[in-house]
Antibody
Framework: EEHLVETGGGLMQPGGSLRLSCAPSGFSVSNNYMNWVRQAPGKGLEWVSIINRDGSTYYADSVKGRFTFSRDNSRNTLYLQMNSLRAEDTAVYYC?????????????????WGPGTMVNVSS | QSALTQPASVSGSPGQSITISCTGTSSDVGGYSLVSWYQRHPGKAPKLIIFEVIRRPSGVSNRFSGSKSGNTASLTISGLQADDEADYYCSSYAGSGTYVVFGGGTKLTVL
């Protein structure tokens, strides 16, 4: 069975850094388009970033320049390095796969989600 | 404020059909056939139920169907069941630069 698990969330002060990890089971990160999506308390879902099969990345304007999405193919693990954290980054962060897997193009839909990890940025 | 507009709540009785709308612009919903819908039960991760406007992932009931007209996408759930009570979110590709936008979510109550 295919699933995802995120780790690394916690309480951080504004301006601090945190690294989230996402480890899939049942499929390879290098063969898929992978995303981070977040949900702030009481708010809707917000797309954060994607890492493409070729390793290139795109970011939402709200995190561009502060967050870095990377992957380690040998560990089959994804990472979201979050720097210069702000209170508005407080959210549950979900790792999600673009899918269902098809003929190679991104669907910009998310067929597998992890349970999420909470990031709380507060002084 | 979310980029896509959904009604805050809808309701229906078991066996009935309901439709949830998702209104965007020509830069997102109207410009691409890349609208998705998600079902989310409390405390759970979202579940993809519709992608590419009308397609259902394997294992999703055919009681769920999607459509689009202009800048508005719609999710219809027929033969409502108690377990359909959940929050529903739409999303759309929005082109290079913005990439993905979501709706604010609609709470479905099965009466």
């Amino acid at each position: 069975e295919e699933h995802l698990v995120e780790t690394g969330g916690g309480l951080m002060q504004p301006g601090g850094s945190l690294r989230l990890s996402c480890a899939p089971s049942g499929f390879s990160v290098s063969n898929n388009y992978m995303n981070w999506v977040r949900q702030a308390p009481g708010k809707g879902l917000e797309w954060v970033s994607i890492i493409n099969r070729d390793g290139s990345t795109y970011y939402a304007d709200s995190v561009k320049g502060r967050f870095t999405f990377s992957r380690d193919n040998s560990r089959n693990t994804l990472y979201l390095q979050m720097n210069s954290l702000r209170a508005e980054d407080t959210a549950v962060y979900y790792c999600a796969r673009d899918g269902p897997p098809g003929l190679g193009e991104r669907r910009w839909a998310f067929d597998i989600w992890g349970p999420g990890t909470m990031v709380n940025v507060s002084s | 404020q979310s980029a896509l507009t959904q009604p805050a709540s809808v309701s229906g009785s078991p066996g009935q059909s309901i439709t949830i709308s998702c209104t965007g612009t020509s830069s997102d919903v109207g410009g691409y056939s890349l609208v998705s819908w998600y079902q989310r039960h409390p405390g759970k991760a979202p579940k993809l139920i519709i992608f590419e406007v009308i397609r259902r992932p394997s294992g999703v009931s055919n009681r769920f169907s999607g459509s689009k007209s202009g800048n508005t996408a719609s999710l219809t759930i027929s033969g409502l069941q108690a377990d359909d009570e959940a929050d529903y979110y739409c999303s759309s590709y929005a082109g290079s630069g913005t990439y993905v936008v979501f709706g604010g979510g609609t709470k479905l109550t099965v009466l």
